[in-house]
C-alpha cells in the first residue's frame, strides 16, 4: 500500500463510510419512493390502467424539475428544509436529504422508462384475467420488467456516488469530498488519484454486480 493511503488511512475509511450512508439512504428513497411515484406514472399515462392526465402532467412536471435542477444548487436551494427536518443543514446526515430527493426523482424516471418496455400482451393477458391493480403491479409489470429495473438501479446507484461528492458543500463529508480537501487543495495530486481509482473500483463492481444480477433475474 502507497505511503499516502498509509498516512491518511483512517480519514480515507471515515470517508467511504460516508459515502455508504449517503448512498444507502438514496437507495432506499429510490425504492421506498422513487419506484411507487414511476409506477404511478407509469400507470396513469395515456391508455393505461390508471389513466389520468391531470395527475400525470402534475407529477410529471415535479419529476422533471427536480430533476434538470442542477445538483449543487438544489442542495443549497434546499437547506432551510433541510434544516427544518434534520435540526441542521451540515453533517452527513443532513446530506441525505437532498440525496434521498434527487434519488428518487431519478429513479422514478427510470422506472416509468423500464415499464413502459414490459411486454405490451402480458398487462393485457392480465387485465383479461381479470386480475386486480396490485397483481398487475406485483405479479406481471415487476415480473416482467425486473431485468431493467435492476439494470436502472445499477445507473442511478452509480449517479448517487457521483451525487454524494458534491456534498461537501454542505460538510457531507464523503470519498469525493475527502479527494477534493486532502488531494486537490492540498495540492496532494498523488492522494487525489488514489482515491479516484477507489472511487472508480467501487464504480466497476456496482456495475459488474448490476449487470451479472440482471443477466441471472432475466428469464426472457
Not at 416509468?112 to 383479461?128: I, M, N, T, W
Request: charged share 15%; aromatic share 12%; glycine share 8%.
Amino acid at each position: 500500500m502507497p505511503d499516502v493511503l498509509i498516512e491518511y488511512q483512517s480519514e480515507i475509511w471515515v470517508s467511504i463510510g460516508e459515502t455508504f450512508i449517503m448512498v444507502g439512504f438514496a437507495i432506499l428513497a429510490a425504492l421506498l419512493v422513487g419506484l411507487p411515484i414511476g409506477t404511478f406514472l407509469f400507470l396513469c399515462r395515456k391508455g393505461q390502467l390508471l389513466e389520468n392526465q391531470i395527475a400525470f402532467s402534475s407529477l410529471n412536471l415535479i419529476v422533471n424539475l427536480i430533476r434538470s435542477f442542477p445538483f449543487l444548487l438544489l442542495v443549497i436551494f434546499m437547506i432551510p428544509f433541510t434544516r427544518f427536518v434534520m435540526g441542521t443543514a451540515i453533517g452527513t446526515a443532513a446530506a441525505t436529504v437532498p440525496m434521498m430527493i434527487i434519488a428518487s426523482a431519478h429513479y422514478s424516471r427510470l422506472v416509468e422508462q423500464s415499464l413502459l418496455d414490459a411486454p405490451k400482451g402480458v398487462l393485457e393477458a392480465a387485465v383479461s384475467m381479470g386480475a386486480s391493480i396490485k397483481d398487475i403491479i406485483f405479479k406481471f409489470l415487476y415480473v416482467e420488467a425486473r431485468s431493467a429495473l435492476v439494470l436502472s438501479m445499477t445507473t442511478s446507484t452509480i449517479s448517487f456516488i457521483s451525487y454524494s461528492t458534491i456534498m461537501g458543500v454542505v460538510g457531507g463529508g464523503g470519498i469525493g469530498d475527502f479527494a477534493i480537501r486532502y488531494g486537490y487543495q492540498q495540492f496532494r495530486t498523488d492522494l487525489m488519484i488514489y482515491v479516484i481509482i477507489i472511487i472508480l473500483v467501487f464504480v466497476q463492481f456496482i456495475q459488474y454486480a448490476g449487470i451479472t444480477l440482471a443477466r441471472k433475474i432475466d428469464k426472457r
